[in-house]
């Protein structure tokens, strides 16, 4: 039981202000007049429309709902700032016109409530455009008070764990997640457009598969199993590719039990996106025109500011093979290195730590990929041609069996996505899981599992298929300038508090 029920429970321990807004709530009920009954208001005109559009509405009589977020009284008069989803409007109320009775329950009214008002618009003497309340209604009790308004609510651990406070006291806060939802409305209607079908896929799986990653695990008691919270959508879409639908998108939640830090939340939002008879060059192209008109298309402009960096978003992005961005960044040149000790010992001379890494020339590749140049990537870089061993979907390059054609987006430091020529030959795909498995075996916990389903979808034969995988939640951060996956998360992961 929480603090605030026990309290309401045992009524011990109110402080003072929660005991008086308590009281006042109960001396309504026992009136008769409990807010809480009310059911609906009609609004006729939110606070925007009425500042923006003052000569419209001037002298005209409007209905407006919202919260009182501040309240001055002078003698037979009271003004008060309303704020309701669309900003703040100033109401006028007078004893002389709206009545003794709900002028006196207006004063007693408490920053925090929600009300309704009624009346004509006008400007004040200072000129601020105000609503002349003729009538007003307590609509519901705040029985908590709203933080200092001087100092607002500033911690932001407080802000994360109680994002309705914070929206409340910090309206710029709403605007990550305006641009968010216009964000995800983009990509939809993008994929929409280049005839892409969007579906849904189980997010209870009795396989772990599609990345890699460390899977929550549940039980089912009817089937007795255990089940994997998915940790990619991937899988299943590819079955659908398989099935003819050939162009395929999915934006929905992942899980993966893994650490948190700013660019990490244990779940978060992806697009994966499957294209039937495409490559990962198609997908590159593709990533490059989403991001980009979404940029100019909800910011106006295709330079953005994030992480302390002006990031040009132009069109016409580079596209680097990792070895090449190795040889460029650390001078380690891995095509000419043909064996594996020799690739892991040219990997721990450029300072990358090797320990409890499968010790091959991939891993070695990506590890010093990986350590040392991942964080010099600044503006926009498509990075290409990762090693096998670290891509167990992607299919292998024609020209280097030891490269796959896969891609990520690197902006600011951070991965935003993910892509593939999709592998597509049954077999290979299940050496790889095999491989998966034995990781697994020897205690990797992020390895995947042998998937026979997905393979015997393959042996019904899959197009050659390019695959793309976004993150939704680090292109919002990078399009509001945010520094933290928790400034774009509405409610995101908390650890809990201390009893």
Same mark, same amino acid.
């Given at each position: 039981m929480s603090e605030e029920t026990r309290n309401e429970v045992t009524g011990e321990d109110l402080s003072e202000i929660l005991q008086v807004r308590r009281d006042k709530l109960k001396n309504l009920q026992e009136d008769g007049r409990d807010p809480f009954t009310i059911t609906k208001f009609e609004r006729t005109a939110w606070s925007a429309q009425i500042k923006s559009d003052f000569e419209g509405y001037e002298n005209k009589t409007v209905s407006i709902a919202g919260r009182v977020m501040a309240k001055r009284g002078m003698g037979k008069a009271i003004f008060a !700032? *309303?704020? #309701?989803? /669309? =900003?703040? +409007?100033? +109401? @006028?109320?007078?004893? !002389?016109?709206?009545?003794?009775?709900?002028?006196? !329950? %207006?004063?007693?009214? !408490? *920053?925090? #409530? *929600?009300?309704?008002?009624?009346? @004509?618009? %006008?400007k004040t003497k200072m000129g601020e455009?105000?609503?002349?309340c003729e009538k007003i209604l307590l609509l519901s009790k705040s029985l908590r008070p709203l933080p200092e308004k001087f100092h607002g609510l500033t911690d932001k651990e407080t802000r994360y764990r109680q994002r309705y406070v914070d929206l409340i006291m910090n309206p710029e806060v709403r605007r990550a997640f305006e641009v968010r939802s216009a964000f995800i409305k983009h990509v939809r209607s993008f994929l929409d457009d280049r005839g892409f079908m969007e579906v849904e896929t189980p997010v209870l799986n009795t396989i772990s598969g599609g990345a890699t990653a460390r899977p929550f695990i549940t039980h089912h008691n009817t089937l007795n199993i255990d089940m994997y919270m998915r940790i990619a959508t991937e899988l299943h879409l590819k079955r659908l +590719?398989?099935?003819? *639908?050939?162009?395929? @998108?999915?934006?929905?939640? +992942? %899980?993966? &039990?893994? =650490?948190? #830090?700013? /660019?990490? &939340?244990?779940?978060f939002t992806t697009v994966e996106l499957y294209q039937a008879y495409a490559d990962f060059n198609d997908m590159m192209d593709l990533f490059e025109e989403l991001i980009s008109s979404a940029a100019e298309k909800i910011l106006g402009t295709y330079k953005i500011h994030w992480q302390g960096e002006v990031i040009d978003l132009t069109p016409g992005w580079p596209r680097l093979p990792m070895h090449e961005a190795v040889k460029q960044y650390l001078g380690v040149d891995f095509m000419a290195i043909s064996g594996d000790d020799e690739a892991v010992a040219a990997a721990k001379a450029a300072g990358v730590d090797m320990d409890g890494v499968e010790p091959t020339w991939g891993n070695a590749l990506y590890e010093c990929f990986d350590q040392k140049v991942e964080e010099k990537l600044v503006q926009p870089t498509f990075i290409t041609m990762h090693p096998v061993d670290v891509s167990p979907l992607a299919k292998r390059s024609p020209k280097d069996s030891r490269l796959t054609e896969r891609f990520e987006l690197f902006i600011c430091r951070s991965e935003m996505g993910n892509a593939f020529s999709e592998l597509n030959d049954p077999i290979d795909q299940r050496q790889r899981f095999q491989k998966q498995v034995e990781m697994r075996e020897h205690g990797d916990e992020e390895a995947g599992m042998m998937d026979e389903d997905f393979i015997m979808a393959l042996e019904y034969g899959m197009p050659p298929t390019g695959g793309l995988g976004i993150g939704i939640d680090r292109c919002v951060m990078m399009l509001t300038d945010s520094d933290s996956i928790r400034d774009v998360i509405l409610f995101p992961t908390m650890k809990p508090l201390s009893e």
């Open positions: !700032d *309303i704020q #309701d989803g /669309k =900003g703040r +409007i100033q +109401i @006028y109320v007078r004893l !002389d016109s709206v009545g003794e009775a709900s002028f006196s !329950d %207006f004063r007693k009214v !408490d *920053i925090g #409530d *929600i009300v309704g008002a009624e009346g @004509y618009v %006008f455009v105000s609503v002349h +590719i398989v099935g003819g *639908i050939e162009r395929v @998108y999915e934006i929905g939640r +992942i %899980f993966r &039990n893994e =650490g948190m #830090d700013t /660019k990490h &939340n244990p779940e």
